[in-house]
């Protein structure tokens, strides 16, 4: 079974621009999450998504931010524009129907780097 | 606020000692608890987890936790330490809330293993 897919495994852009970061979840895997890590500090829930719908977006720093999950299969997650105290780690992960957090893959992560 | 406490953000330890990497949440009510380990240029993989029963936990590569209600705690110990266990662990929760999908994570405790 194929895990869970981020890419581009690193990303570095001028404060300004536009970044997409995209997740492949387990294939059919309806639970799909993102989370951040910024240098030294704690991995922070971002959103969650069950199948296309966002079941809780409560974790989004602000509107800068759009995370989208077409057919319910693969998400982006979009910067713009992108600001300094954006830069970390952003990881995926995904569970199956009922599993919620018991049951999460994560991938490798996106390290995100504004300069 | 739920909260994840993890003391000491860097543990050293020699080849063949003991491992205790420390964890305390915030609850009010039964958590669900998880140690990620996190190795050089990989993604979080599941260590061990807690959900209900028995309060000592066994996990992979030999390490184990428990929960202790009592003192809110969830450390991580290994008899012995091996250098290929040089990584960052992170302590997680996820409460029985109507959160019950997300994680709150600690801030990481990054382990090196010395000869």
């Known amino acids: 079974e194929a895990g869970v897919t981020q890419f581009p495994s690193h990303s570095v852009i001028e404060k300004g621009q536009t970044v997409t970061l995209r997740c492949d979840p387990i294939s059919g895997h309806d639970n799909l999450y993102w989370y951040r890590r910024v240098m030294g500090k704690e991995i922070k829930f971002l959103l969650h998504f069950v199948k296309e719908s966002k079941q809780d977006e409560s974790g989004m720093p602000n509107n800068r931010f759009l995370a989208e999950r077409t057919g319910g299969t693969y998400s982006t997650l979009k910067v713009q524009p992108a600001e300094l105290e954006d830069s970390g780690v952003y990881f995926c992960?995904?569970?199956?129907?009922?599993?919620?957090?018991?049951?999460?893959?994560f991938g490798s992560g996106t390290r995100l780097t504004v300069v | 606020a739920q909260s994840v406490t993890q003391l000491g953000s860097h543990v050293s330890v020699s080849e063949g000692a003991l491992v205790l990497l420390r964890c305390n949440y915030s609850?009010?009510?039964?958590?669900?608890l998880f140690w990620y380990v996190q190795y050089p240029n990989q993604g979080l993989q599941l260590l061990l987890k807690y959900t209900t029963g028995a309060t000592l936990v066994k996990g992979i590569n030999g390490f184990e936790a428990e929960f202790k209600k009592s003192e809110t705690s969830f450390h991580l110990t290994k008899p012995s330490a091996h250098m290929s266990d040089a990584a960052e662990y992170f302590c997680?929760?996820?409460?029985?809330?109507?959160?019950?999908?997300?994680?709150?994570f600690g801030t990481g405790t990054r382990l090196q293993v010395t000869l």
């Open positions: 609850s009010s009510v039964p958590p669900y």
């Open positions: 997680a929760v996820r409460y029985n809330t109507g959160t019950a999908s997300k994680l709150t």
């Open positions: 992960a995904s569970s199956q129907k009922g599993q919620g957090a018991r049951g999460y893959t």
